[in-house]
């Protein structure tokens, strides 16, 4: 994309904010289920990525660089004890749609405490690819493991969640 | 779909795996519900104007090394410069002068996730009409709102359809401009239509056609289900496809806009600040604007709202304040590999 070569940081922030910081936002609080912190390690990701710009200086390495900060960025706020404490309050799910609405939201929260509960790493994994659509190899990128690692995580990660989800405990 | 890292061939992780599909929709659901707050400008008050020491370009440049160091060091993590980034503890602020991040704790819940006909009925004494327009995706249906001047809805809205072009003029009908309406009745949740012309075009164009009266229809008769189409009281003669059956509404996204521009109409004079209403759906949901003024390509006003995603198409607003003037409105989805806005419907309006 040879407009962006004309860039500064600013501009690459300016742009890549508007077309991604949303879903950056959103994997965050996918991994973190809290959005007002998924909202500050976006921010962080953006403000080291505009320190960075000089040498990325590619919009695509860009975002692949605002992923990692997210993902790595949510991994290290999770360790953070305070997260639980922490939690937003959920947005009302019976709000959210008028026919099929608590049904499904009831379903989809049990889908989404399981995944609470799998290891980091099966998570980040499976959020990468259910929810942002990666393939294997961005995915092994981002979290800087194997493509080998990505697919055991992932098999594991979702042998685990359906076990969970026929024997609720 | 694109290459910025997602899909496009299939690899070997499961997606027709029940269990991933239901983690699929939870996915999308709750991420749905996160809705961030803008926040550009607290970024840009923590990246902007007087640089801490340790970003100016000579530090970097002769002292790379020592600075990264340093940094990690005093647990300030405010750096660029490395391929693993580390984000910071949320809530280290670092250089932050500005006011502070507001951050979404009370987030209101998403909007509209409405899944059914989209907004209200028209406006009494008003019609359904769907147009078509040429998109990267194919032909795709567009509507408008159009007045009936005083006949059932149903024959209101076709005899728009064929006879009248369509106010946006970049919607165009694909049936013939003498077509006219030779009958018409309902019998159940199965309307007969009996038109006196069809059009001699491609089957993709056909079908579209097909889908543009189908839609209008059951548009402005919510209970009829399925249409019969006659041409001069005989099944169509198609050379392309057999449509002697009664003929269903296709999928959304299969003939649909992606993105539909409500308000303003085209042509509207509206007051400042300018409602902008739509309906559609997005890759994250999100749906970009950008305002000109008439025959100029420099944007005067921008912003992004909230769509639909994954299937789902939702309502969308936003407002703009504008100097009284000649406008065009665009509203797009921005691809997510080259920024180029796909699925664009405009309007030109006037703000009195």
Do not use: C
């Not at chain 1, 799998?118 to 194997?146: F, K, N, W």
């Not at chain 2, 809530?91 to 987030?107: H, R």
């Not at chain 2, 059914?116 to 008003?126: D, K, L, Y």
């Amino acid at each position: 994309m040879d407009a962006a070569r004309g860039w500064d940081a600013d501009d690459a922030v300016t742009q890549i904010y508007a077309a991604h910081y949303r879903s950056l936002v959103r994997l965050g609080a996918l991994l973190l289920r809290d959005t007002a912190l998924a909202e500050e390690v976006a921010q962080d990701a953006f403000v080291s990525m505009h320190g960075a710009w000089r040498r990325l200086r590619d919009p695509d390495k860009a975002l692949a660089y605002l992923r990692r900060s997210v993902v790595n960025g949510a991994r290290s706020a999770q360790r953070h004890a305070v997260v639980a404490a922490k939690h937003a309050p959920r947005p009302d799910p019976s709000a959210a749609s008028a026919e099929q609405g608590a049904l499904l939201a009831l379903e989809h929260a049990e889908v989404l405490t399981a995944l609470r509960t799998l290891p980091d790493r099966q998570r980040e994994v499976l959020v990468l690819r259910y929810y942002l659509d990666l393939s294997e190899v961005t995915i092994a990128d981002t979290l800087g493991i194997s493509r080998g690692a990505v697919k055991s995580h992932a098999s594991r990660g979702l042998a685990a969640l359906r076990t969970a989800l026929e024997d609720p405990a | 779909m694109s290459d910025d890292g997602r899909r496009d061939v299939p690899d070997s992780m499961p997606d027709d795996d029940p269990t991933a599909a239901r983690l699929r929709a939870a996915l999308t659901a709750e991420a749905a519900m996160v809705q961030p707050d803008d926040s550009l400008s607290s970024i840009r008050d923590r990246t902007g104007g007087d640089r801490p020491w340790w970003q100016r370009p000579a530090v970097l440049a002769t002292a790379a090394a020592v600075v990264l160091g340093l940094v990690v060091g005093s647990g300030i993590a405010l750096l660029g410069g490395d391929d693993d980034p580390t984000v910071a503890t949320p809530g280290g602020k670092g250089t932050a002068t500005g006011p502070e991040t507001t951050s979404g704790a009370e987030e209101s819940p998403s909007p509209s996730e409405a899944t059914g006909t989209p907004t209200a009925p028209a406006v009494e004494g008003n019609v359904y009409v769907y147009y078509v327009m040429d998109q990267d995706n194919g032909m795709r249906l567009y509507r408008e709102e159009r007045p009936n001047p005083g006949m059932d809805p149903v024959t209101a809205a076709l005899s728009t359809m064929f006879t009248q072009p369509a106010l946006d003029p970049d919607y165009d009908s694909t049936w013939p401009r003498s077509t006219g309406i030779v009958g018409y009745s309902v019998d159940g949740e199965t309307a007969t239509v009996d038109v006196s012309d069809f059009p001699e075009v491609g089957a993709s164009a056909e079908d579209i056609a097909v889908q543009q009266l189908v839609y209008t229809v059951t548009a402005n008769d919510t209970s009829v289900k399925r249409v019969r189409l006659l041409v001069n009281g005989k099944t169509p003669p198609s050379g392309h496809q057999d449509w002697s059956e009664p003929i269903e509404r296709s999928p959304r996204m299969d003939v649909q806009g992606l993105i539909w521009l409500l308000g303003p109409t085209e042509g509207e004079t509206v007051s400042s600040p300018v409602q902008i209403t739509g309906y559609g759906t997005a890759f994250e949901a999100t749906v970009s604007w950008e305002v000109r003024r008439q025959g100029s390509d420099e944007v005067v006003a921008e912003g992004f709202t909230d769509a639909g995603a994954n299937g789902e198409f939702a309502d969308f607003s936003d407002s703009v304040e504008l100097d009284p003037g000649t406008y065009e409105l665009r509203a797009f989805e921005s691809s997510a590999e080259d920024g180029r806005p796909l699925n664009t419907d405009s309007k030109v309006f006037t703000v009195g």
